[in-house]
């Protein structure tokens, strides 16, 4: 019986679709064909049973009264919010036509614009990523996010590997770094809790004050990118001492004498004049580190967001090497756990890159998108962008340097499709806007980046109105632009046997349970065992060298002209009850929330005339920013936080925090550096 067809109440098994590491299993009640309840799996290990705040008000966001439901047009100018509601015939006919128009005078003038608005493995990216590699267009190189911190991670491990999250339960000592867990890693922060009352030391390491500093036994507020001078500096005293497992370091460690050298020349007193500490915090730290059995690092991706952050996330990688702490369960380090999953789900042969023409087309970093649409940056000299289609992202809100993606956006020569659930950013200035269906309304299959479960998504409601999943979306537009090959038309079901095929990890069994743990070893790097030729891991890479702290590209060191007309260096980290840009428009959820705000410590008011609550413009040579301003300890002297992502439609004058952020990239992995960015803040 076709599940979705039933009036009767039952549960679904689902999964979380969004970008967080925890990729909750849920349970979906449904009651005559509606949703009513959407629960964490209390039988799922990670999940336990909860969920957080947002995404336990799912079917809110489901049922959204402002859901796009039925294709639209554009009537008026650009932005004007004029749409008329046409059929999907009308809609993929009139698409197909006007970008094979534009194929045939050079794909490459296509460019697909997606991430991680989902990250099932089959709406995420499948029927799309075949027809745009069929068609010759631009590739999208997706660095918005992670890509320092993913990249110095192969660089290091060769692969994006780590801890299994259910061993931080058995540490003794846990760094948290540059991660708010109580806000963006609640499963992890529950077995945080578990080592807690067990005895272990939290320290957490993040400039802004957050939720999780303020339950951690220490918090080190260092300066915005400078985590790979602290981590130095941890080195040197563990070398210096004599604290190092250098038979570890010798069996399992390329070139780590290259690494010693380079720790003793950053003494405590060196490393804290650039982090902004006391010497005496990091010997302390040092200590704690090198001596507490077994101890573990929780390291998330903003901290990459800085000129220097693959460098930074290499030395991190490199400190359970450098004490041993891998020998153990519940010593290591977890950034990212998505390596795990190669060959358990075959992104491969769902995406297909082998139906690209040769050469390759050229690749556009999501990253610099407003300069590649306006052809003002540094991207390929290529022919313009003349389509851009949108699916999965909201870069208008999301992408930095905001001011030259909307005016790209603009264009009225620039044909966009945008497949939503809602009239985004990026949406209002769309030619056309597609429904797509939400996480309760298809089938997926999900991996994860923060464990090692593999989750299937079963759909637990008929699509609502007329939208559609990616996938039924792009295998219409595929038979209307003309490819007629069956790998087009695979349905979502061959889909989900086509990643799951050689897979060791049972599709009956997971369509029988909802989940299953993917084959990792217990204790992955006990005795060596990285994804390298030689099984050890790298210090020395061929592709970037010794690791070394980088300062930011904004900073009084590197730009004292730059730092005196901008003194505030800003971070712009996610705020607690929004995704990215998702649940922004949740009402629930933004009540919570209030309006957009900057927090600013006291000194830094007090010497510009803001008080709390006060309206204040937070502005550089790339934009400016209004909000209000929230004055208090989670801002450290010289720093500011912008919480972000906002609408920008959600602001009273329109502005967004990434009218501030640089398209500069990252040392490694060509990456976003959002949080390296300096301001000046002045009352309204």
């Excluded at 590739?139 to 990249?151: F, K, R, V, W």
């Excluded at 803001?610 to 209000?628: A, K, L, P, Q």
């Amino acid at each position: 019986m076709n599940t979705i067809a039933r009036t009767d109440s039952h549960t679904i098994r689902a999964a979380c679709p969004h970008d967080c590491p925890d990729t909750c299993a849920m349970r979906v009640t449904v009651e005559d064909g509606r949703v009513t309840r959407v629960e964490g799996d209390p039988d799922h290990p990670p999940t336990a049973g909860v969920l957080c705040t947002k995404v336990s008000r799912y079917a809110e966001r489901t049922y959204h009264p402002e859901r796009v439901l039925h294709p639209l047009k554009r009537v008026g100018p650009k932005g004007s919010g004029q749409w008329e509601r046409v059929s999907w015939d009308a809609a993929l006919t009139d698409i197909a036509g006007r970008l094979g128009s534009i194929a045939a005078r050079g794909a490459e003038r296509i460019l697909p614009y997606s991430y991680a608005g989902t990250m099932g493995k089959l709406q995420g990216e499948s029927i799309s990523a075949r027809l745009f590699h069929a068609l010759g267009a631009s590739q999208l190189d997706d660095t918005i996010c992670a890509s320092a911190g993913s990249d110095a991670l192969a660089a290091t491990y060769g692969g994006k590997l780590g801890m299994h999250l259910g061993d931080f339960a058995h540490a003794g000592l846990i760094l948290i770094w540059g991660s708010n867990s109580v806000a963006s890693n609640l499963h992890f922060w529950r077995l945080a809790q578990d080592a807690k009352r067990n005895g272990a030391t939290l320290v957490c390491i993040d400039p802004r004050r957050t939720e999780t500093a303020e339950k951690c036994h220490r918090h080190i507020a260092l300066r915005p990118g400078t985590d790979g001078a602290l981590a130095l500096a941890l080195m040197h005293e563990i070398f210096a001492n004599g604290w190092a497992d250098t038979a570890y370091l010798e069996a399992h460690v390329n070139g780590w004498e290259a690494l010693r050298e380079r720790a003793l020349g950053w003494t405590p007193e060196r490393a804290a004049a650039e982090c902004g500490l006391e010497a005496g915090q990091i010997r302390e730290l040092a200590q704690m580190y090198a001596h507490t059995r077994p101890a573990a690092i929780r390291l998330n991706y903003g901290m990459q967001r800085v000129a220097g952050g693959g460098n930074a996330v290499r030395l991190i990688a490199l400190l359970p090497c450098v004490t041993g702490a891998w020998r153990e369960r519940g010593g290591g380090m977890l950034l990212s756990a998505s390596g795990w999953f190669a060959g358990v789900v075959n992104a491969q042969a769902l995406e297909r890159p082998d139906l690209m023409p040769s050469p390759a087309p050229r690749v556009i970093n999501m990253t610099t998108v407003g300069d590649a649409l306006l052809q003002s940056g540094s991207e390929d000299a290529g022919p313009p962008i003349e389509a851009v289609v949108v699916y999965n992202s909201n870069p208008v809100a999301i992408a930095p340097d905001s001011g030259k993606v909307v005016a790209g956006f603009r264009r009225e020569d620039l044909f966009t499709v945008v497949l939503e659930h809602f009239l985004t950013d990026t949406a209002d200035l769309a030619d056309y806007v597609l429904p797509a269906t939400t996480q309760l309304e298809h089938l997926d299959v999900h991996t994860s980046y923060g464990h090692t479960w593999v989750l299937l998504n079963e759909p637990a409601i008929a699509p609502l109105g007329e939208s559609r999943p990616n996938n039924a979306i792009f295998r219409d537009l595929a038979a209307r632009m003309g490819f007629t090959d069956p790998l087009f038309a695979e349905s979502d079901e061959e889909l989900l046997r086509t990643a799951m095929d050689s897979s060791p990890v049972s599709l009956d069994e997971l369509r029988a349970t909802g989940w299953v743990r993917a084959p990792v070893p217990e204790l992955p790097f006990a005795d060596g065992g990285f994804h390298t030729p030689d099984g050890k891991a790298i210090v020395d890479s061929p592709l970037y060298g010794v690791p070394d702290h980088v300062p930011n590209r904004e900073c009084a060191t590197t730009d004292p002209a730059l730092a005196a007309r901008y003194p505030l260096a800003m971070i712009s980290p996610p705020a607690r009850h929004f995704l990215n840009s998702s649940f922004v428009n949740v009402k629930s959820l933004r009540s919570i929330e209030g309006e957009p705000l900057v927090e600013i410590h006291p000194e830094d008011a007090a010497v510009r005339g803001i008080s709390e609550g006060m309206r204040v413009r937070v502005f550089n040579d790339r934009g400016s920013y209004t909000c209000r301003a929230e004055v208090g300890a989670r801002a450290r002297p010289g720093v500011v936080n912008a919480l972000g992502v906002w609408w920008r439609k959600l602001n009273a004058d329109g502005s967004g925090v990434n009218d501030l952020t640089s398209q500069a990239l990252t040392d490694i992995g060509r990456g976003a550096t959002f949080y390296d960015c300096l301001v000046e803040v002045e009352a309204l």
